[in-house]
């Protein structure tokens, strides 16, 4: 049976802990309603950007001089990975959750024989698939240190996969990262990026399609509007993995707390239930003693 | 008199949404002043400055880096890669804008024809801003 020095030091050091998680949670708290907010502030733009390139696209799809952001390379070997992970940990799963996703895709593309490199958006996901893949990372990149993600940290990231593109590192591109569901849930989703989806609007919208003129032609403005959109895709990513990450913390956080709790229950029972055997203890000591005088 | 829906988003926020009478928007070939009632257009824009007008006199001035706009009979929706009022330009952030551009379009020099054009544009974009902020 342990001491009672000893038990309360613990009951000490698991208050002091439950304290650390208690101010992490609140401090998750109150990033996570930024984070949102700011995921909502930038859903507008996205979302219009969405409808121009679906008009747009619509009409060049079928070109042959269609640019390669918008279709791809025709071919379908090498495949980058874009893989969106935090830069910190203690968020329960969150981390490993992308991670093991990615894990999961990778081995299923090299198992059709496919060539897989990944470049690696936050710092956790890049020690973890380092470990895992160390031939197949041809980047890392991280924001750490930075207290706002804003757009021209997307646009270097797309900037990155574009240079790559022109230089024929690869053919399809995936970005890989949590969609921000709720508060508790985030979901591993895997979003291609080039060849371009096309959202489905035309088919979508069965009225009649208003015919647009375009300044400059059509090719000129999809040449500016397809890098665009690739950053806005990265940078919702972006936005989505930090709110996610700072729900997960929180919810980490506040399991933390709760178990804390407990377990300073649990000890402090152990504890009131030692001293009240030791006095026990030294009564019958006292009283044999006393008899036998 | 007649209006239509203005709106003005950049990828950070939506910075203006509301009825107005006309938008005098920097296309990449001219500026252009829509109307209720506009045939329907996408454009490309240029540095350069947004003017509103709302009861016959301009009310807002706001400068945008580039970007696309789309027009509709009722609507104009302006995507701006970066927006900021007039009245809140600095002419020194300008001043070492144009310089951050020059810089570039010098590095770019022996570079990809598209390279070059896009540096340029920076370039024309950075001057537009310190005009608009002379202006102001």
């Not at chain 1, 802990?17 to 401090?27: G, L, N, S």
Request: charged share 25%; hydrophobic share 45%; proline share 5%.
């Amino acid at each position: 049976m342990p001491s009672l020095k000893a038990l309360r030091g613990r009951i000490n050091s698991v208050k002091s802990t439950r304290k650390i998680t208690q101010a992490m949670k609140m401090v998750a708290a109150a990033k996570l309603r930024r984070a949102q907010s700011q995921a909502e502030q930038a859903r507008p733009y996205a979302e219009r950007m969405a409808r121009m390139l679906a008009s747009l696209g619509a009409s060049v799809a079928g070109s042959p001089s269609a640019p390669p952001l918008l279709v791809g390379t025709g071919r379908d070997q090498v495949h980058l990975l874009v893989v969106v992970t935090a830069d910190r940990g203690l968020a329960g799963p969150f981390n490993t959750n992308v991670g093991r996703f990615a894990r999961n895709r990778i081995r299923a593309l090299e198992a059709e024989g496919k060539t897989v490199k990944v470049l690696s958006v936050g710092r956790k996901g890049a020690s973890y698939l380092k470990r895992e893949f160390p031939r197949q990372i041809v980047g890392e990149i991280s924001f750490m240190g930075k207290k706002r993600i804003g757009f021209e940290d997307a646009a270097t990231v797309a900037e990155r996969i574009t240079a790559m593109l022109e230089a024929g590192e690869f053919d399809v591109c995936t970005l890989i990262y949590n969609r921000f569901q709720s508060v508790i849930t985030q979901v591993a989703t895997a979003q291609r990026l080039i060849p371009a989806p096309l959202p489905e609007a035309e088919a979508a919208s069965t009225g009649p399609q208003a015919l647009y003129e375009y300044e400059p032609a059509e090719e000129e403005i999809l040449a500016t509007l397809l890098p665009r959109n690739l950053a806005i895709q990265v940078y919702r990513a972006l936005l989505e993995n930090n709110a996610g990450f700072y729900g997960s913390q929180m919810n980490a956080m506040d399991n933390a707390t709760r178990n804390a709790g407990e377990m300073i229950n649990k000890l402090t029972l152990n504890y009131n239930r030692t001293r009240q055997a030791n006095i026990t203890k030294e009564l019958i000591e006292i009283i044999s003693g006393a008899e036998a005088v | 008199m007649a209006t239509f829906q203005l709106e003005l988003v950049s990828p950070e926020k939506l910075l203006l949404s509301r009825q107005v009478e006309m938008a005098v928007i920097p296309a990449a070939e001219g500026e252009m002043g829509v109307l209720p009632g506009h045939a329907p257009m996408i454009v490309t824009l240029r540095g350069g400055v947004i003017q509103v007008t709302e009861n016959g006199q301009v009310t807002d001035r706001l400068f945008v880096g580039g970007g696309f706009a789309e027009v509709t009979p009722e609507r104009c929706t302006v995507l701006a890669d970066e927006a900021t009022p007039v009245a809140e330009l600095s002419r020194a952030e300008a001043e070492t804008r144009i310089r951050e551009a020059e810089a570039s379009y010098a590095a770019a020099a022996g570079e990809s024809p598209e390279r070059q054009d896009a540096a340029m544009e920076r370039l024309l974009s950075a001057r537009a801003m310190l005009q608009a902020a002379q202006a102001a």
